[in-house]
Structures are given as structure tokens and as C-alpha cells.
């Protein structure tokens, strides 16, 4: 892109939302951001360009490469078998998280499942990213309640506790029996006869799918403190519930 034409966008972002939010979506202009590089396109109104993103489940590559960048020790690294990935199937994926929560505390396995995800491509981000530009200057109560209010088929509804922490919810508020809204668990239970036992710690990519959308629509850095429910733990009587603290 025209690195002039740039500067002149970020001026413009810096006129209407405010240097903070300038340097929200820019960073270092001179770098450009991939953060940037959406906006640009939003501005454009050339929304439909963009890669969506996928319904994928964790992949064992990306939890390794986690791993390795969060600091886990090569000890504890040469008593994990990372199974070879074939396709997007769960069972590898269960083995990998199986080891996780023995050879790891809780605080690690949140922090690393929380950097997974699917749905993070620049498309899907993009409307998180124009609410928050268009709330910039609403407090963090305010944009919540906007974001409860606003339609979209893409965001779960949200709560601001008085700890300070944030609970998002998938599956409404409907008393309902409640179903567990990733694809991979709903094939898993096509293909297994008996009952279906699944890690808490898997839902942490769930989690990392709203944490990187919320990130965006209110302007704040969010960290994993608790998968508090999910239906696939509770035989459908709870929805999942992402507890999430605000550090920044």
C-alpha cells in the first residue's frame, strides 16, 4: 500500500478517534501493522477481500510452537508426545491436552489455549474492529452494553463483574438444553458410540476465539482466568462461560 496515503489515514483516525486509537490500529505505521493492513481495507469498504478465517480445531503444531514461545521447559517439553496431526480430526489433539494438564500448571494450560483460536482471520475481525472504532471514546461499561445491544451473528453476549473481571457466554441466554457450538465436538460425538469426555482445557481454543474478537471491539488486552462451564462438561445443562481478566 502507498506508505503517504497511509499517513494521511492515520491522521485522519488520530482527527476523528484520537491519538490513542490511532496508535491502537497503527503501531508503528513505518512497520505496518497486520492491524493496519485490516483497517485499510475497512476504510475502503473492501470488507469481502479478506480471508475469513476457519472453523478449525487447535493444531498440535501451533500448541508446540506456544509452548516453546510462553517459556515451557525443555524438561517438561521431552515428556510430551505431540502426536502427528492427520487432518482435523480431535483424537491427536485430546492426546496433546491429556499431557498438558498433567505436566502443567492450570495458569500454563489456560495461556497457551488461549493464544488458539479459530475464526481469526481479517474478514471475520474486521467488523470487531470498526466497533471499536466507532466507540473509541465510550467507556469500557458503555462499549459492553453497545456490544450487548449490537446485531451480529458473531459475538456472544458479555458482562462486566464487579471484581472487574469479564464472563462472555456462548449458547444465549435461553433456558434450553445448551450445545456445544464447536464443530469438532459435534463430530466427535458422531463418531463416538459411548460417552464423550473431553478436557476443560480443550474449550481454552473457544476462548481464544472470543478473547481475540473482544480484544479488538472494546479496546482491551484480555487474559484467560477460568473456563468456568461448557455443555460437553455439564451433560448440556450450562453454556460455556469464558471468565476473563482485564490486564490491560
Not at 179 to 199: A, E, F, M
Not at 227 to 234: A, D, E, K, L, T
Request: glycine fraction near 10%; charged fraction near 25%.
Amino acid at each position: 500500500m502507498n506508505k503517504k496515503w497511509l499517513l494521511q489515514l492515520a491522521g485522519d483516525i488520530e482527527a476523528k478517534y484520537g491519538k490513542a486509537q490511532r496508535d491502537y490500529i497503527f503501531g508503528d505505521i513505518h512497520n505496518m501493522t497486520p492491524r493496519c493492513h485490516i483497517v485499510c481495507y475497512i476504510i475502503k469498504g473492501k470488507t469481502r477481500g479478506l480471508k475469513q478465517g476457519g472453523c478449525t480445531m487447535p493444531k498440535v503444531k501451533e500448541i508446540k510452537k506456544t509452548m516453546i514461545e510462553q517459556g515451557i521447559s525443555t524438561e517438561i517439553m521431552a515428556q510430551i508426545e505431540f502426536p502427528k496431526q492427520r487432518g482435523n480430526h480431535p483424537e491427536e489433539v485430546l492426546s496433546l491436552i491429556n499431557q498438558m494438564d498433567k505436566l502443567l500448571t492450570r495458569e500454563q494450560c489456560l495461556a497457551i489455549m488461549e493464544e488458539q483460536g479459530c475464526y481469526k482471520g481479517e474478514g471475520y475481525s474486521a467488523p470487531f474492529i470498526t466497533f471499536g472504532l466507532e466507540h473509541t471514546g465510550s467507556t469500557l461499561i458503555e462499549k459492553i452494553k453497545l456490544f450487548n445491544e449490537w446485531e451480529s451473528g458473531r459475538k456472544a453476549p458479555c458482562h462486566l463483574n464487579p471484581d472487574g473481571t469479564l464472563s462472555i457466554y456462548w449458547n444465549g441466554w435461553d433456558n434450553e438444553k445448551k450445545q456445544c457450538v464447536c464443530n469438532v465436538i459435534k463430530r466427535l460425538y458422531k463418531t463416538r458410540s459411548g460417552p464423550v469426555d473431553v478436557s476443560a482445557t480443550f474449550c481454552g481454543c473457544c476462548a481464544g476465539h472470543v478473547r481475540s474478537s473482544y480484544q479488538l471491539a472494546l479496546g482491551v488486552k484480555l487474559r484467560l482466568k477460568e473456563i468456568v462451564s461448557s455443555p460437553i462438561s455439564s451433560g448440556g445443562q450450562k453454556r460455556c462461560e469464558f471468565l476473563f481478566e482485564i490486564v490491560g
